[in-house]
């Protein structure tokens, strides 16, 4: 019986602890010695691989711990052909053409038959790339992209919904907001702005160089990355995942009118969930809460793009049925290009001398005699010409606003058929679905301003702020542009003179999604 010798391992360079395991001694008699296979671990993970590893050797194939001299197949997961040549340079393999690249479905096809099947072209990860391309490309050859020009401010770089790291940016976008629910403001906003600076990169991350030089990578963030390129995923994204306590709050928090601070005083009183929240009667719940638990299935699913449309022309018509000449523009997500969003914001100005203090609470009262009004707070003005500009990057501005459920009808659509004489009363249908809506109110001289800071994103805003804070001596929010050496008010009559005043080049909405 012939057992696998030590491997003679290509690179000695340093390994983490837990990364590696050793090659143990095989007591499985080998039946196939022209073909030694190795396993890569990366994106597949250290349990999946053991368990591959040993199911192939109790088969009788020969399976190296690590990469050697002996290996003729390399069998890869959810790695492209271009990211397994990479991971072999890392390796200081110089020449690949004497491996047989395989995709991790002739492995299972081997196991199936218990023996090995021929390495066809849909095997192999070379079937859809360059077969030219080797080990020796020059880094001349590879696209230009020079990390050090990448600003640590959003408000700098141009970012389209196209995300190419999708999967770095969901686990940073976890830790970030289990460290809100903490409300440990630091380490959240490093992975948000190092989620910001992924999203804005025009290829996929798959090696620890590529981020080499990039701003907001810090210790933490590094981390998770090098375990996602090399395990898969992230085991700290996936213990906040299944932590009780973030998952009580990522419930609570889902309900309309429940914050961080609600969260955490019902999470102290013992609650864990939604239905324990409803069924606890000492509770005192806000008029807002109630709105959100009664609307509840409707309000955390997706609003479409389609529907925000449908909106905006209830809107529209309703707002110039009192202000003919108001200018009604829908902001937030769906002026960003998305899709889909949870709520729908429109920011109301008036270009003309007429101004109408009434205005929203002639709208809210013509929807309630309509039957369109679910639930409607409206914010009083505190706005105060003149007034500097809050040094808070998130601080809310002082416009009138009003925070509504509305009732949209949609066209009825009756998925299972029905006899006339089958008892079905069509008035139980519910044929409307319940949307957030908000609606702020600027005076015209602020309506940039207003425009730039409603239409987000959250954090383009939170880095435009600083930026003017920082590198112009500058403040800035959702009413005015300051300039503090000469000490005046920036007036600007669109987002491109804001820009303009900032020294920076112009970002089209659609670009804003850090």
Not at 59 to 65: C, M, P
Not at 113 to 133: I, N
Not at 142 to 164: D, G, M
Not at 204 to 221: A, T
Request: proline share 3%; with cysteine; glycine share 4%.
């Amino acid at each position: 019986m012939e057992r696998i010798r030590a491997p003679a391992v290509f690179s000695q360079r340093k390994r983490q602890k837990g990364r590696h395991s050793p090659n143990p001694a095989c007591s499985y008699e080998i039946k196939f010695n022209k073909f030694v296979i190795f396993i890569m671990q990366r994106k597949m993970g250290m349990t999946r691989r053991t368990f591959l590893m040993e199911l192939a050797r109790r088969k009788g194939f020969r399976v190296e711990s690590e990469l050697s001299d002996s290996v003729t197949h390399i069998v890869a997961e959810n790695n492209s052909y271009l990211e397994v040549l990479d991971w072999l340079r890392g390796q200081a393999v110089q020449d690949s053409s004497r491996f047989e690249l395989l995709d991790i479905s002739w492995f299972t096809a081997c196991m199936e038959a218990g023996r090995p099947v021929d390495s066809e072209m849909k095997y192999r990860l070379m079937e859809q790339q360059d077969q030219s391309l080797t080990l020796n490309t020059s880094e001349s050859e590879v696209p230009s992209f020079t990390a050090s020009k990448v600003s640590q401010y959003s408000c700098q770089r141009k970012t389209t919904l196209n995300n190419f790291n999708k999967k770095f940016t969901d686990a940073f976008e976890i830790m970030a907001e289990n460290y809100e629910f903490k409300e440990n403001e630091i380490f959240c906003l490093e992975f948000l702005r190092a989620a910001s600076v992924l999203k804005f990169l025009p290829f996929p991350v798959v090696r620890m160089k590529d981020i080499q030089g990039l701003p907001c990578m810090g210790h933490q963030v590094r981390d998770v990355i090098e375990e996602i390129i090399e395990e898969g995923e992230s085991s700290r994204a996936k213990e906040v995942l299944n932590d009780e306590r973030y998952k009580s709050f990522k419930q609570f928090t889902s309900v309309f009118g429940v914050g961080v601070k609600t969260s955490e005083k019902w999470y102290r009183m013992g609650l864990r969930t939604l239905e324990e929240v409803k069924a606890e009667k000492t509770l005192k719940l806000s008029k807002m809460q109630r709105a959100g638990f009664l609307y509840y299935e409707d309000l955390v699913s997706c609003v479409s793009k389609a529907e925000a449309d449908a909106v905006g022309l209830i809107v529209k018509k309703t707002v110039h049925m009192f202000l003919p000449d108001a200018l009604v523009t829908i902001t937030g997500g769906f002026r960003r290009g998305k899709k889909i969003g949870h709520d729908i914001d429109f920011l109301i100005t008036n270009p003309g001398p007429r101004e109408d203090d009434g205005l929203l609470h002639k709208v809210v009262d013509l929807w309630k005699k309509q039957g369109l009004l679910l639930y409607c707070d409206i914010i009083e003005s505190t706005f105060v010409k003149e007034q500097l500009p809050s040094r808070k990057v998130d601080a809310m501005d002082n416009f009138q606003k009003c925070f509504a459920i509305l009732k949209l009808y949609q066209p009825r659509i009756e998925n299972r058929s029905y006899n006339a004489s089958e008892e079905f009363d069509m008035a139980e249908v519910k044929d409307w679905k319940a949307i957030r809506v908000d609606l702020v109110i600027s005076p015209f001289e602020q309506y940039a301003y207003a425009l730039l800071g409603w239409t987000g994103s959250r954090q383009f805003g939170r880095d435009l702020r600083r930026y003017a804070t920082h590198e112009k001596k500058m403040m800035l929010d959702n009413h005015a542009l300051y300039d503090k050496r000469k000490r005046i008010f920036l007036k600007a009559g669109s987002e491109e003179e804001i820009f303009a005043h900032l020294g920076l080049d112009y970002v089209e909405p659609w670009e804003r999604n850090a």
